[in-house]
């Protein structure tokens, strides 16, 4: 149900303008929302304890450039070998040492801030590396380079040269993963230390293994060339070394539905619909139907729609024959309409003037309406073009027709709600 306004035309002006300024702007002004974001990925910790440790040491490199700066080399000497293992150092360094934004980072840091400090105060020196020490040993969140896993098992083709040099370890370095090899294109086995299908070996040695690609449809190969084919892929057949494509649709490889034909591919086949006017089909169009569908016939060597209209087939009184595809269908002719299955003749309703829709209390606003325009007409004129007046007319005119045109909205609105 719309607001009603107040009967008083004043006031009625005051409720139009704060209704108006209260309304929302455009649609098309209105910003949109923003696209949902996928959640990130979270690192592994492995790779967030690298991150802090590799922070770390950046802030060492950063307090200790900062605190000598030349001049009195004995006295900064002395005041660097206090500052350089000093608390004051630590706690400059760990304040720095993660981004505001660094979740996970800010998380580590704080489950090991006690281990980071004994490193500082009592492990320096027996263990240098920080990101050995913390890392793997102390927090065994990572492993060594070339191994994998809780227990740090070394990747496929050995520590020193994962996956042969040619492939990525899954898990490397972390103790996660499964150590499978991600060979490069071209390799593949357990530890990518052959060639995969549609590749050959070009050079091979006790450390090194070149793969180049085979000619296109072949599997295996000796060389590049077209002849040099020893096994072709699918849909493709070996003969005098060189792979030719198999026609699957002149054989019985070819798996189409009955209303289907085929239409062979290199190395395979599609299966395309059949036209509409076929029953069964022998290639595309309806000049290759083995037998012509219901609602068409044989003419010449194509299946054509038969016009049913031309017979009569729509028994019912004041219905007409509209010719399909294949079909027909009966409608009721001009200025009729279907009505519980029989077609009747359309009533035209006589038209109707704007004001015999109106109720009694409608005519009366209205009425109200012209009088009170007249009033502010005669008004404007005996103020002699008075700008103040003319605002007030064009305020009040504006006022009387929202006023009006709000006494009829509900009606006008519940007609459009159900269709009429």
């Not at 993660?98 to 320096?124: A, M, N, P």
């Not at 084919?229 to 539905?257: F, M, P, S, Y």
């Not at 029953?279 to 299946?303: D, E, N, T």
Request: glycine share 12%; net charge negative; with cysteine.
């Amino acid at each position: 149900m719309a607001p009603r306004p107040p009967r008083d035309l004043v006031p009625a002006l005051v409720w139009g303008l704060s209704l108006f300024f209260s309304l929302p702007g455009p649609v098309w002004l209105q910003p949109s929302p923003p696209p949902q974001a996928s959640p990130p990925t979270q690192p592994h910790p492995c790779h967030t304890c690298r991150g802090l440790v590799d922070s770390f040491n950046k802030g060492l490199e950063r307090t200790i450039r900062d605190n000598f700066g030349g001049g009195n080399t004995a006295w900064e000497e002395e005041k660097l070998s206090k500052y350089k293992d000093s608390e004051t150092r630590l706690v400059e360094v760990l304040e720095n040492v993660c981004s505001k934004s660094d979740f996970e980072c800010h998380r580590l840091l704080e489950l090991s801030e006690e281990l980071v400090e004994s490193w500082w105060f009592h492990k320096q020196q027996e263990a240098p590396d920080l990101f050995q020490w913390l890392c793997s040993d102390s927090l065994k969140l990572c492993c060594p380079s070339g191994t994998f896993g809780p227990s740090c098992l070394p990747c496929p083709g050995g520590a020193e040269k994962p996956c042969g040099g040619y492939g990525h370890c899954e898990g490397e370095g972390t103790r996660g993963g499964s150590g499978r090899c991600d060979c490069q294109a071209g390799y593949g086995g357990e530890a990518c230390g052959q060639c995969s299908l549609g590749y050959f070996e070009v050079e091979r040695n006790a450390s090194h293994l070149v793969c180049s690609a085979c000619f296109g449809p072949c599997a295996r190969c000796s060389g590049p060339e077209e002849s040099n084919c020893l096994q072709c892929k699918r849909g493709w057949a070996l003969h005098h070394l060189k792979c030719v494509d198999i026609d699957e649709c002149g054989t019985e490889r070819a798996n189409c539905g009955a209303d289907q034909f085929c239409v062979n591919t290199e190395g395979s086949y599609e299966c395309r619909d059949c036209a509409k006017a076929c029953l069964g089909c022998m290639g595309a169009g309806p000049g290759r139907c083995k037998k012509c569908s219901p609602g068409y016939q044989q003419v010449g060597a194509k299946c054509l729609d038969v016009d049913e209209c031309e017979t009569e087939v729509c028994p019912g009184e004041n219905e007409q024959c509209e010719n399909t595809e294949g079909s027909y269908r009966c409608v009721c002719a001009e200025g009729y309409k279907q009505i519980e299955g029989i077609c009747v003749k359309e009533q035209i309703p006589e038209s109707a003037g704007f004001f015999s829709e109106m109720t009694e209390d409608e005519l009366v606003v209205l009425q109200q309406m012209f009088f009170g325009v007249i009033i502010c007409a005669l008004a404007t004129l005996a103020a002699k073009g008075d700008l103040v007046f003319t605002a007030i007319f064009i305020g009040a005119v504006a006022a009387m027709t929202g006023y009006w045109l709000s006494e009829r909205s509900d009606r006008v609105l519940e007609g459009f709600i159900k269709g009429r």
